[in-house]
């Protein structure tokens, strides 16, 4: 019986594991571990999924683009094979990646900029580039932009004070029950406007993000966000483009279904066809995440106390996502070999208590030098991790 995660390109095959057309252990083999393999076709397959469903419902050519959210994985060779396929755009959210966008072969006017609490420094490095992308998430940011008269129109987010992210996870919400930083809201709609006015900018996007990690049965909470979206929407004549963030979720555990797109581009149809307007989405972990691993050698397998840990050679400083956002990664052996599954908790090389793979999960009967993988290592890995503890050292490869 295959597990929850198997598909064709990750799957095994005469009991090894494979990944994009290649014997996982082969790669940690040859090219060592701690080390990240991104697959090439994974990525373009999960655009083009998202492409297809927007263009089924009504959004097709023109209207619609997908904005690749780079904060999710900078890694340069994968963002020149980005711009190769032409299947995407980029959207940054410091000047700092927008540089990086441009010397992996994007223009200015091919990157959308969303970000918060921008200096000085920021907007003049942001307002030289001619072309790009601007949505301003606060008061302060219309008027700055203003003042540099860079570009004339421009988007705002918005905050409708509302959010989605994956089950009841409230670390992943970026609008809702919380005030958060993020945005304007409806008690600066008014002023906002005033500003763009002052300034002679248009307010030509809409803007709004809410939430990271969603799956269908998040989509009602989706639905509730932009009905609540249409409050500051239906007040800008001058909006052609609304820009629905990203957050579409991956399934992480097997009690997850993967998310179902056509009901999501559904909720677009019935809300923005008949505005005649432009759909963006920007989305990091649907486009990414699925299509990396983070390859592992074991180190120790020991026993304590009634805990099988298996510690293996790199820790949570170069994936942050299960020990930061309770957002597990399964662990997979390379190799499936014969044997009862042991209960047992996957570790890091780490001093931090929070520096734990997965607790308590059935595998195979591990021994040290064995190699393991981290499936969902796309996103939000090797862009967060950190040197802590001078353990910051890995290797990244983009599979072709
Ligand atoms: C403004 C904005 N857009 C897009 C994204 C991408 O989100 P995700 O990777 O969940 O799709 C983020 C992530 O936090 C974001 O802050």
Redesign the pocket.
Known sequence: MNAWWERGDLCFSNGLLMFADRIVEDLARQYGSPSFFYSARRISENIGRLHTALGGAGFGGNLHRVNY?M??NRFAPLLTFLKTTGLCMI?A?SPQEVEHAISCGFRPDEISF?ATSLSDRDFDRLSRLDGLIMNCDSLYAIQQWGERGAGRSIGIRINPAVGVGRAQNELLQ?SGGRTTKFGIYREQFEEARGLAARYGLTIERVHF?TG??YLTPQLPAWEKVIEECLWFIDQLETVKTVNV????GVPHVDRDEPLDLGLWAGILKNHFLSRKLKIEV?????LVKDAGLLVLTVNQVEKKKDTLFVGVDAGFNLAVEPAVYGLPFQPVPARRREGDEIRTTVVGNINEALDIWYSDIPLPPMRSRDCLSLINAG?YSSSMSSNHCMRGEFKEYLLL
């Open positions: 959210a904060k999710a959207d959210c969303t970026y993000h990271c990690g963030g990203g957050g579409l920007e989305p990091g972990d649907y996103a």
